[in-house]
């Protein structure tokens, strides 16, 4: 299955958490789990899918970032800020001290 492309699992009554071995499918392009009673943490490899190509909807999962996940996003707009101009150097880097603390 590593050359799958394109997994749609629409409506299956499937349950349980989305397995770790899918983060074996890196040609993975498109993944339709909707409609289904999956449960428990969306894992993080899916997280780099682009959005239009990811359909989780309809199912059961605990969408509360773990730290790490939340680090991630702070840090990604901290940059961001940064990069459009709105803090200067010594503000972000300060932000930064005070994320990784």
Do not use: C, H, W
């Amino acid at each position: 299955m590593e050359n799958l492309i394109d997994l749609t699992l629409v409506r299956n009554n499937l349950s349980g958490p989305i397995p770790e071995s899918f983060v074996n499918l890196k040609n993975l392009t498109t993944l339709s789990l909707n409609g289904n009673n999956l449960t428990g943490a969306v894992p993080d490899f899916l997280y780099d899918m682009d959005s239009e190509d990811l359909n989780l909807e309809g199912n059961n999962f605990d969408l509360s970032l773990t730290p790490a996940q939340e680090l991630i996003r702070s840090l990604e707009t901290l940059s961001e800020m940064y990069e459009e101009g709105l803090l200067t150097d010594e503000e972000f880097q300060e932000a930064k001290r005070q994320l990784l603390l």
